[in-house]
């Protein structure tokens, strides 16, 4: 269009100049010019007319879509867009707690070993002022088949791999497949990081059956599968290297731990939501050392050879007004677990002070027959009653149970004690990224004494949104 | 053990294997369209109500049963449910619902977004990085989001992709026509300035020409403090406030004692469908919101 008022422009121009020129020689010659012209811009103009007719076409005849920007216009995310979820956890505490100096549940057998440094079992002896782990989780899909996830402990000069794993993603049919180190999917708060319990310490029982972590975490293969039902129906079964107590690492080929698993689930109107377990873990152990007590009140070690099976029951129930956990919830979780194992024990005197087991310290060891069959269970409520508010108790009773030593009950203290534990708490959460905790525990987990335990709690987590697991 | 697994996964293929296109939509309003679009041909399951906040569900049992089973999964998008929507995804064991595949369908890929942040920092509060996920308030986004659902819908059958577009076109022209109703309804409110519980009618107003001048929670996702309140009064000097808006999902106290305090009416509106008796239906919520709104300015 443009092209063509030029045009226009220029025998306008040579209209205008007409009565300057004089003579009709010179006035003939001028119109046979603008004859020319004007036969020359009328064919443009017919062409550029022809040329609009065909594009206005073109136009009509493509979809709409495309003659439309696209609706959303996103600037090339730089290679970084491709960076992991990273979030960081910070935890820490103030615990006032009597001193005791090795630190254990009576009638049960130490998962810490028999390292003196830690106590019976490490990091619930701490007192006073304390970082707790600091935990780095980086994660994201690692192509359209795998996500993976990592999750990194550190404190004062270690950094631990709590976690490192692989997850399936488009295998389908409710099949989900997890490779590398992961918390195991037995019980209900096995597979919860410490900064989502909701309480300051993991249940005694778990304490007692995994050991400082409060969990059972394996190396290994995790297969789950979920039901197509409107019933929420899950199965699992892992296989791993089963290195951590009640397991022992080994040098060997194929698994050292298997585990069996089944949830159900559901919702009981808008307002309830409910899940229950049933979960079995088989354990292999080798040399499998702890700490015992001789009878006459030496110490004494004894190592453990052969299996350990778990069962574990667990169930959940939450409750929010109109399902919706904002302003008020209440969640009760209950768990109860049953520990066997069978095998030998061999009772040695590591530190050749002449105990039962080597009353010469020439460096001999009893072994014996070793059976023992153990409960505990746990429950607890937490009501968060404003959106920033919550409080909660938990009771846990365990039972020593029966405990066969064979021969070697003549040269060890074999503790019959049922331990207790009362805990209450409040917190208060100013966001859902930041939470502080004020605990009190009636403790009576070891024979003889009642420990008031009092514990002041942060946890913040900063980055990526975490998830809300059930 | 296997062949018990073997008998499981049999039994588990042969219930997939239905003729209903099944949808899983995690919040009402898409929940609602996608049935405009499907009608009979296609069952929908909505996660949420709208009594609850979108942004503090927990990965339920019963969502992941749901999941498992979905061809379709319709999602807000715009990290809405990035606190359980990923874990549900992950834990479905459901590949064709995975993001990036056809059957993961997000609405707030399919409009502009509004008050995309341009700091990202949680001072600020629970900020989304991509933008607003409140989208749905404005029916014009609603039509965009239909548009590609029933396309994506069309894609994942084949069969029914014909009824699909049909029954979009036929709500598309009622949409039209409804869209100019409330518009010519709600000229009065242009202009009008209001206090929001929850920065979740940005689409509304921008779309009505609401005039946002004060959010009762500090920062997003952090609830109101009576300091706040106090200061957010005593700061509309020039121009006062007309009402305060929430969302039913949204406890009544805060704008209550707003109301209470300066005479200004708090209005609750649905927010989704659902969200009151006259809310039954995406027609009805704008109908309901509509109406609610002018009725506080009489």
């Given at each position: 269009?443009?092209?063509?008022?030029?045009?226009?422009?220029?025998?306008?121009?040579?209209?205008?100049?007409?009565?300057?020129?004089?003579?009709?020689a010179?006035?003939?010659?001028?119109?046979?010019?603008?004859?020319?012209?004007?036969?020359?811009?009328?064919?443009?103009?017919?062409a550029?007319e022809?040329?609009?007719?065909?594009?206005?076409?073109?136009?009509?005849?493509?979809?709409?879509?495309?003659?439309?920007?696209?609706?959303?216009?996103?600037?090339?995310?730089?290679?970084?867009?491709?960076?992991?979820?990273?979030?960081?956890?910070?935890?820490?505490?103030?615990?006032?707690?009597?001193?005791?100096?090795?630190?254990?549940?009576?009638?049960?057998?130490?998962?810490?070993?028999?390292?003196?440094?830690?106590?019976?079992?490490?990091g619930?002896?701490?007192?006073?002022?304390?970082?707790?782990?600091?935990?780095?989780?980086?994660?994201?899909?690692?192509?359209?088949?795998?996500?993976?996830?990592?999750?990194?402990?550190?404190?004062?000069?270690?950094?631990?791999?709590?976690?490192?794993?692989?997850?399936?993603?488009?295998?389908?049919?409710?099949?989900?497949?997890?490779?590398?180190?992961?918390?195991?999917?037995?019980?209900?708060?096995?597979?919860?990081?410490?900064?989502?319990?909701?309480?300051?310490?993991?249940p005694?029982?778990?304490?007692?059956?995994f050991?400082?972590?409060?969990?059972?975490?394996?190396?290994?293969?995790?297969?789950?599968?979920?039901?197509?039902?409107?019933?929420?129906?899950?199965?699992?079964?892992?296989?791993?290297?089963?290195?951590?107590?009640?397991?022992?690492?080994?040098?060997?080929?194929?698994?050292?731990?298997?585990?069996?698993?089944?949830?159900?689930?559901?919702?009981?109107?808008?307002?309830?939501?409910?899940?229950?377990g049933?979960?079995?873990?088989?354990?292999?152990?080798?040399?499998?050392?702890?700490?015992?007590?001789?009878?006459?009140?030496?110490?004494?070690?004894?190592?453990?050879?052969?299996?350990?099976?778990?069962?574990?029951?667990?169930?959940?129930?939450?409750?929010?007004?109109?399902?919706?956990?904002?302003?008020?919830?209440?969640?009760?979780?209950?768990?109860?677990?049953?520990?066997?194992?069978?095998?030998s024990?061999?009772?040695?005197?590591?530190?050749?002070?002449?105990?039962?087991?080597?009353?010469?310290?020439?460096?001999?060891?009893?072994?014996?027959?070793?059976?023992?069959?153990?409960?505990?269970?746990?429950?607890?409520?937490?009501?968060?009653?404003?959106?920033?508010?919550?409080?909660?108790?938990?009771?846990?009773?365990?039972?020593s149970g029966?405990?066969?030593?064979?021969?070697?009950?003549?040269?060890?203290?074999?503790?019959?004690?049922?331990?207790?534990?009362?805990?209450?708490?409040?917190?208060?959460?100013?966001?859902?990224f930041?939470?502080?905790?004020?605990?009190?525990?009636?403790?009576?987990?070891?024979?003889?004494?009642?420990?008031?335990?009092?514990?002041?709690?942060?946890?913040?987590?900063?980055?990526?949104?975490?998830?809300?697991?059930? | 053990?296997?062949?018990?697994?073997?008998?499981?996964?049999?039994?588990?293929?042969?219930?997939?294997?239905?003729?209903?296109?099944?949808?899983?939509?995690?919040?009402?309003?898409?929940?609602?369209?996608?049935?405009?679009?499907?009608?009979?041909?296609?069952?929908?399951?909505?996660?949420?109500?709208?009594?609850?906040?979108?942004?503090?569900?927990?990965?339920?049992?019963?969502?992941?049963?749901?999941?498992?089973?979905?061809?379709?999964?319709?999602?807000?998008?715009?990290?809405?449910?990035?606190?359980?929507?990923?874990?549900?995804?992950?834990?479905?064991?459901?590949?064709?619902?995975?993001?990036?595949?056809?059957?993961?369908?997000?609405?707030?890929?399919?409009?502009?977004?509004?008050?995309?942040?341009?700091?990202?920092?949680?001072?600020?509060?629970?900020?989304?990085?991509?933008?607003?996920?409140?989208?749905?308030?404005?029916?014009?986004?609603?039509?965009?989001?239909?548009?590609?659902?029933?396309?994506?819908?069309g894609?994942?059958?084949?069969?029914?992709?014909?009824?699909?577009?049909?029954?979009?076109?036929?709500?598309?022209?009622?949409?039209?026509?409804?869209?100019?109703?409330?518009?010519?309804?709600?000229?009065?409110?242009?202009g009008?300035?209001?206090?929001?519980?929850?920065?979740?009618?940005?689409?509304?107003?921008?779309?009505l020409?609401?005039?946002?001048?004060?959010?009762?929670e500090?920062?997003?996702?952090?609830?109101?403090?009576?300091?706040?309140?106090?200061?957010?009064?005593?700061?509309?000097?020039?121009?006062?406030?007309?009402?305060?808006?929430?969302?039913?999902?949204?406890?009544?106290?805060?704008?209550?004692?707003?109301?209470?305090?300066?005479?200004?009416?708090a209005?609750?509106?649905?927010?989704?469908?659902?969200?009151?008796?006259?809310?039954?239906?995406?027609?009805?919520?704008?109908?309901?919101?509509?109406?609610?709104?002018?009725?506080?300015?009489?």
């Amino acid at each position: 269009m443009l092209h063509s008022s030029r045009w226009v422009l220029a025998a306008a121009g040579a209209l205008v100049s007409l009565p300057a020129l004089a003579g009709d020689a010179d006035l003939q010659a001028v119109r046979a010019e603008i004859s020319q012209l004007k036969a020359a811009y009328e064919q443009r103009i017919a062409a550029l007319e022809a040329r609009l007719q065909t594009a206005e076409q073109q136009a009509a005849s493509r979809p709409a879509a495309i003659a439309e920007p696209p609706p959303v216009s996103r600037a090339a995310a730089p290679a970084s867009g491709f960076n992991p979820e990273v979030s960081l956890i910070l935890q820490g505490q103030y615990k006032n707690m009597k001193d005791v100096a090795e630190r254990g549940i009576t009638g049960f057998v130490p998962a810490g070993g028999h390292d003196h440094d830690h106590g019976g079992i490490a990091g619930i002896s701490k007192r006073g002022f304390s970082v707790d782990h600091t935990e780095l989780v980086l994660a994201a899909n690692i192509d359209p088949y795998w996500r993976g996830q990592a999750i990194l402990a550190a404190l004062d000069g270690e950094v631990e791999i709590e976690e490192a794993w692989v997850q399936s993603l488009a295998i389908g049919h409710g099949i989900g497949v997890k490779g590398g180190r992961w918390r195991s999917g037995i019980g209900y708060l096995n597979e919860q990081h410490p900064h989502a319990w909701d309480f300051a310490d993991a249940p005694l029982m778990y304490q007692a059956l995994f050991g400082e972590h409060g969990s059972y975490t394996q190396d290994g293969l995790q297969f789950k599968w979920l039901a197509p039902t409107p019933l929420f129906l899950e199965f699992g079964a892992e296989l791993g290297r089963g290195a951590n107590f009640p397991g022992s690492d080994r040098n060997k080929n194929g698994a050292g731990a298997g585990a069996l698993f089944a949830h159900v689930g559901g919702d009981v109107g808008l307002a309830n939501s409910w899940r229950a377990g049933l979960s079995y873990l088989k354990t292999r152990a080798r040399e499998r050392e702890a700490h015992f007590e001789d009878v006459g009140g030496l110490e004494a070690v004894g190592a453990f050879d052969g299996r350990s099976t778990t069962w574990v029951a667990d169930f959940v129930w939450k409750w929010a007004p109109d399902g919706n956990p904002k302003y008020r919830n209440f969640k009760f979780q209950t768990e109860y677990f049953q520990r066997r194992e069978k095998g030998s024990l061999s009772c040695s005197d590591d530190e050749l002070a002449g105990n039962a087991c080597d009353p010469l310290a020439a460096g001999d060891s009893v072994t014996s027959a070793y059976k023992t069959r153990q409960s505990g269970w746990y429950a607890q409520g937490v009501y968060q009653f404003t959106p920033n508010w919550r409080a909660g108790l938990r009771y846990e009773q365990l039972d020593s149970g029966s405990r066969n030593f064979g021969a070697n009950a003549a040269n060890l203290v074999v503790d019959s004690y049922r331990p207790k534990k009362t805990t209450a708490m409040a917190d208060y959460s100013w966001s859902e990224f930041s939470r502080v905790r004020l605990q009190y525990a009636r403790d009576q987990s070891m024979q003889g004494l009642t420990d008031h335990q009092w514990t002041l709690q942060y946890i913040m987590s900063l980055g990526a949104h975490g998830a809300h697991k059930f | 053990m296997r062949k018990l697994l073997c008998l499981c996964l049999l039994a588990g293929t042969s219930l997939l294997a239905r003729a209903d296109l099944r949808v899983f939509a995690t919040v009402p309003e898409w929940g609602a369209l996608a049935r405009e679009i499907g009608g009979e041909h296609v069952t929908v399951y909505t996660a949420t109500h709208a009594l609850q906040d979108p942004h503090r569900i927990e990965a339920r049992p019963s969502l992941l049963a749901q999941a498992r089973r979905a061809d379709l999964l319709v999602a807000a998008g715009a990290e809405l449910e990035s606190g359980w929507l990923p874990l549900v995804l992950r834990d479905s064991g459901n590949a064709v619902i995975q993001p990036g595949r056809p059957g993961y369908f997000e609405a707030a890929a399919q409009v502009k977004l509004l008050n995309v942040p341009t700091v990202l920092d949680r001072a600020h509060g629970d900020v989304h990085a991509a933008g607003n996920p409140h989208l749905h308030l404005d029916p014009r986004n609603v039509l965009k989001v239909g548009e590609a659902l029933s396309v994506r819908m069309g894609e994942l059958d084949p069969a029914r992709a014909q009824a699909y577009q049909a029954a979009f076109r036929t709500f598309a022209g009622r949409w039209q026509a409804a869209i100019g109703r409330w518009e010519k309804q709600g000229a009065a409110l242009r202009g009008v300035p209001v206090f929001v519980h929850h920065e979740s009618f940005v689409y509304l107003s921008n779309w009505l020409g609401l005039r946002e001048i004060g959010t009762l929670e500090p920062k997003p996702g952090v609830e109101p403090s009576s300091g706040h309140l106090t200061s957010l009064l005593a700061r509309q000097q020039g121009q006062q406030a007309r009402m305060v808006l929430r969302a039913a999902y949204n406890s009544d106290a805060a704008s209550q004692w707003v109301a209470g305090k300066s005479g200004m009416p708090a209005v609750m509106l649905p927010y989704t469908v659902g969200g009151s008796p006259a809310a039954s239906d995406l027609a009805g919520l704008f109908d309901d919101t509509l109406q609610r709104l002018l009725q506080a300015l009489r």
